[in-house]
C-alpha cells in the first residue's frame, strides 16, 4: 500500500487547506505518513508531529494529497512526477475536535498545542480500559506518538493484554522513566488526588484533555458586566489573594488575562512568584487576572473590584488579548455579546412583562466607533487605568507582555508549534509585531508608567507553551523583570 503525504506550503491558505486534510483523516482514523512541500524552509519541520519531507524525494510507492482547489495551480508541475496523485475537496474549516465514536464528546483539539507538546520524545501510557481509552489510544498512535501501553486500576477488570498491547497497573509507572500518562479515566477529581499521592504532577507527568480546571476545584461563573468570571479558593469571585490581607500595610492589585491568571495552572503564576520575590509577609497582592480577559475588561474590573482593595499599587500586565479583540467596539466583550444576542433571538420582549425601556428593542448596541486601532484601544486603557489610579494616589505600572508570534529567534521546537496552529494565529504574527514596535518607538517614551516586555523572551527557548501562556520558567522571568521595575516604589 502507497505511503500517503499531505502537501504542504508556506501560503496560508494552503498551509490551512492541509490542516483541514489532515484533520479530515485523522478523524476518519486514516494514516497519514507526513507532509511533503517544495518550500525549503519547511523541510525538516513537523506539523501535528509528522514529519516535513521534500517532495522530490517521493518514490513510485507514494501518493501525494492535493486540496482539490489547488489542482489547477499544481497538476502541470508534477505532471511527470513518479508520485502517486490525489486531489481531496474538503470543507474550508474543518473542525479540530476530535471525538468519541460512540458518545460524541471531545477527546481532544488538534490545535491544542500545551497538550501534545508534553508527549514529544517521551513512552505515552493511556490510563484506562474502556472504549473511550481504546480509541484514544488508536489516536495517539496514528499521530506517532510513542504509546507504550494501558495503565488499569486494581478494581479494573481487564486481561495483561488490551489490543495486543500491556496493561499495568497504574502503581507500576513508578518503575518507568521519561513517560506520560494521558488521563482516560472518569471521576477526575479521585484520578487527581490518586495520583497526586504517588508523587505525580499534573502536566509534568499525566494530563487530561480539557486542562487543569477539571481537578482544581475552579469554578466558571457568569458575570453581570464582564461576561463571565470564576469561584476558587479565594473568597472574592475572579481574584487569588497571596498574603495576609488582614494585616498586610501595603496592597498591590494586579490585573490580566491568562498570562496573569492564578488558578489556571498547575503551577505559580508571575503575581504569586512576585510575592515570594518581596518576601514581605507585611505586603499583601490581589491577582485579578482572568483568562480571556482584554484590557478594556481590565479597566472594568479596576473600576468595580479591585479599587475596593485599597491598594497602594496597581500592575497591569496585557497585550496580547487586545491584538485579536474587536477594533471597532473594544467594549463588545465576546461571552456577554453571545448572551445578549441569545436573549434577543429566544426572548420576546414586546410583552407588557418587560420594562418600557427594552420593550421591542430592534438592536443590541456596541457603544460609539473607537476609531482606533487595537493598540491605540489598549493604549487608551492603560491611560484610564493611570488616571483612575493616580487620582487616588495609588502607583501605576502597566506591562506590555512578550509574544509568541513576534519572538525573534524561532528554534525548531517552536517553528513546530507554529505550524501546528490555525492558519490565523501563525499568520498574524503581524499584529503581535505591530504592537511590539509601536510600543517601542510611542510607548515607554512618552509614558513613563508603561513598561516594554515583549523582548525578554527572543533568545530563551522552552519557556512558551502555546502562543501566549509560559511554563513557570518563564514567569519566573517575568516576576523578576516587574520586580526589578517597581521594588524601590514598594513601601515596606
Sequence with gaps: MAKQYIFLSSASKERLLAQNIFISYLKR???????????????????FHKNIEEITNLDKNSEVIFAAELKEKYE??????????????IDSYEDDAIRYSKTNEVCFRMFDAPLFNRLIDKKVFVYGIDENAREAFIYLELLDYEVAGFLKDSTDKCEDLLDGYHVESIEEILYEENFYIWVEKKDCQIIFNKLEKLGLKFYKDYGMAGGYTQVSGRKTVLDINLGYSYKGKSKYPGITVYGDEKNAIYKIAVTGGSTTDGSLYPFKAWPEILYDLINDRTIAIYNGGVGGYTSGEELLKLMRDMLLFNPNMVIAYSGINDTSHNEKYPFKFDYLDEI?????????????????????AEEINYGVESGKNRFENWLNNMKSMYALCIGRGITFHAFMQPMFMSKKNYDNR?????LSYREGRYDKGYDFKEFREIMKSEGVNTYTYLHDLSHIFDDISDVYMDAAHVWEKGNKIIAEEIFSRVEKEIHH
Design 29 to 47: 482514523k486514516q494514516y497519514i505518513s507526513g507532509f511533503v512541500t517544495q518550500d525549503k524552509s519547511l523541510i525538516g519541520l513537523k506539523m
Design 76 to 89: 502541470e508541475q508534477y505532471e511527470d512526477a513518479v508520485f502517486g496523485r490525489r486531489y481531496d475537496a
Design 414 to 418: 517552536e517553528k513546530n508549534m507554529m
Design 340 to 360: 445578549f444576542n441569545f436573549a434577543f433571538r429566544n426572548l420576546d420582549i414586546s410583552t407588557k412583562e418587560y420594562d418600557l425601556r427594552v420593550r421591542n
